[in-house]
């Protein structure tokens, strides 16, 4: 019955994609625009709707890591007004030319730049993700079928009812933005198994969602399940950049997918004792190899899982590596393929790192904090992209396109 | 036990990938050369190993087209070396910036062009599939692992040999190009559900080896399963252009992707019979809607599933629709997503077509037996993929290809 329900979401959302094509970029930044003040006209209703969902999962007992991500207030219904608004001042990529030839034929041939059609966003607790996948999917020109979670579905709700009217006296059908309930586990289910019907997956979420999607889905799912994100110093490595870097790329936040979780010291690098010590001034837990141990005895000793570890939280671990190949042995076993950095002046040895780590982000005497789509210049991420197909790294509108080719001709016959 | 075959396999596929994308373009073009001349040198072995497997085929009583495909002699040896040399002089993608920029923090990023990992190529008869997929694989960085069909397994083989000769004494490892043998049908079914050990698969053959790879495949598919093109007659289309254009989109050559399949012609075009006749005077079939059948008596009644069929063969289907709309509605509801085109003197309806057909290769006054990858300056391609993510039409060596992030800083700490 599920299946069904699909069916006719996913029918509905393609007819608002095929309208939306022939919508102007103007008309989709007014949507958007309008979308904003109706979220903002509804901040009683929103922050009203979200202490009902607030009540509950207060009552199911749910942690204060998720009520604080659960939670509305009028600053951040505020800030979700503004991020509609940004959406609307970026960048419309329908229609943008990619590249064009006239090859010997003589046909003019262009790549240009369409919707990639039916995208499901499966998302928890954040409210906001409504309004910026919302938001996102108007601008891309691709239709958004929503599900939240349980837990914040009057929230939800409540910021679609903005989208909802602003769409109804617009140009687009306001099928480009759907949502639906939570009444039955089974339609996820259903959702990832929609080839043909359903273009894209998104999950945004904890790992447990993120890992049901990827393991079940068989249609293309766009995610990232770790940022076990390393940072290596190399033994050419200014020793006041790499202190700086690493306690910025693990202290800043440890929360973010960017932080760095693993921290490798090349054996000639002159002062891999400040460098813990610096750490473990600021608070940080470091999980580390014999040697390391040695350097100081406020650490503790690392096991082979945590290697393999996102700790979004106040811990590293780190040893000690003979070199450059050496780390890159390391980052190919462990890396999650999100985000990788080498400290060095010698720029060589950058050069070959960036060159050999396959991960969507390889960095340079930066902190790995910075992986991150609004860093990027990329306006709102939709998420960050792990897979090795289609959008890789921080994926924003760009990353929601597709192309066709359009050949033009004069009455050309092929030979 | 299959399972573990391709665990092998794709394990060591992942090492050649690693170690060649520190490889130079002339060193991958070096191997390619190398390995046009080995084919050359064996050209004897080659069309020895054919022998026997177009005599087994003739045994088990494969039809002539089949058979034909098969067919390995001198000259087509020659092609295929040919082609591979070919390979060799196409721009080589790897490393490639696709776009830089400097964001508001002072990071210098860049995208790069990497290859995507492991790539399976399943296919059926053509034994220069075999070499195509191997040049094109060497070139962009990528590993192939080959899976012939049993009808062609002696002739596939002989034509590896070539190529692990040249890859032997190369800084690239042979395990760039693997062949698995038809020993056991479970081993495709294990290679479409071999999630993060092979990145994507590329089908190449009939329908029925399209539609099960399709079908059950988790591990993306490029690929594209019919070719129901499509040309609309505007009514301001020239009539001698339109003639031209129909004979040679149906005729030219009736079994390629690329031909027309549907014919609809405007009810305000002005001469729709003589369209009908050059094509009944050409060979070609007709089978059409009532109104056609007033036109010529030669014709006969289409009915419902040849709109929807792909006939590769010198048939076509044709009607006549009321306007523009009305043909969309008919190309929406009918085409495959691969190649349809408009006829029409008349630009803005011409425009208008061709933002609203929502097809990989979208045409204005030309033969849609264009839609190919070397006659759009592609060189050779792996295939035409009628998806919607990575790569859409013609999918040559960029198709081949994804990207990662790279950020260049000086100590760059985010606040």
């Known amino acids: 019955m ?22 102007s970029t103007d008309q989709k930044n007014e949507i958007l625009r309008d979308a904003a003040a109706t ?8 922050v009203a709707a979200n202490k009902i969902d607030m009540e509950a999962a207060k009552k199911r007992g749910l942690d204060t890591a998720l009520l604080d991500r659960l939670l509305l207030n009028e600053d951040r219904v505020e800030s979700m007004a503004s991020a509609i608004e940004n959406v609307a001042s970026l960048h419309d990529p329908i229609g943008a030319v990619i590249d064009e030839s006239t ?30 996948a919302a938001a996102l999917a108007i601008k891309s020109g691709n239709a958004a079928i929503l599900r939240g979670g349980s837990e914040a579905v009057n929230s939800n709700h409540a910021i679609y009812q903005a989208f909802h009217q602003a769409l109804s006296s617009s140009e687009l059908s306001s099928d480009i933005v759907q ?24 999950p945004r979420g904890g790992k447990s969602l993120v890992k049901r999607v990827q393991d079940e889905a068989c249609v293309p799912v766009l995610a990232h399940l770790d940022g076990v994100c390393h940072i290596y110093v ?30 490798l010291i090349d054996q000639n690098f002159p002062t891999p004792a400040q460098l813990i010590n610096a750490l473990i001034e600021a608070g940080c837990e470091v999980r580390c190899d014999d040697m390391i141990m040695e350097l100081d005895n406020r650490t503790v000793s690392a096991d082979a899982q945590d290697w393999d570890t996102e700790y979004l939280d106040a811990i590293v671990s780190a040893r000690i ?29 950058a050069e070959y790192f960036l060159r050999s780590v396959d991960s969507a982000i390889v960095m340079h005497n930066s902190s790995t904090q910075f992986a991150d789509g ?33 050949a033009r001709g004069n009455g050309h016959v092929r030979p």
């Open 321 to 349: 590596v003979s070199d450059l190949d050496h780390a890159l042995d390391h980052i190919e076993k462990h890396s999650s393929g999100h985000t990788d950095a080498i400290i060095a002046a010698d720029d060589k040895a």
């Open 234 to 263: 190399h033994a050419s490595a200014n020793p006041d950049m790499a202190r700086e870097i690493i306690l910025n790329a693990k202290m800043r936040r440890t929360g973010i997918c960017g932080a760095m979780e693993t921290l």
């Open 374 to 406: 609004a860093e990027f210049g990329l306006g709102a991420e939709i998420g960050i992209a792990t897979g090795r197909l289609h959008a890789r790294g921080p994926v924003a509108l760009e990353g929601l396109t597709t192309y066709k080719w359009i």
């Open 2 to 23: 599920t299946q069904q329900i699909i069916e006719i979401l996913a029918g509905k959302a393609r007819k608002a994609v095929k309208k939306s094509a022939l919508v």
């Open 179 to 202: 949502i639906v309930g939570d009444q039955d586990r089974a339609l996820v289910g259903d959702m990832l198994r929609a080839q043909g019907l359903i273009d894209m997956i998104i």
């Open 39 to 46: 979220v903002r006209q509804s901040k009683d209703i929103i």
């Open 103 to 132: 090859p010997s034929n003589g046909l003019h041939l262009s790549r240009v730049r369409t919707a990639i059609g039916v995208i499901a966003i499966i998302y928890e607790s954040r409210p906001n993700v409504t309004a910026d």
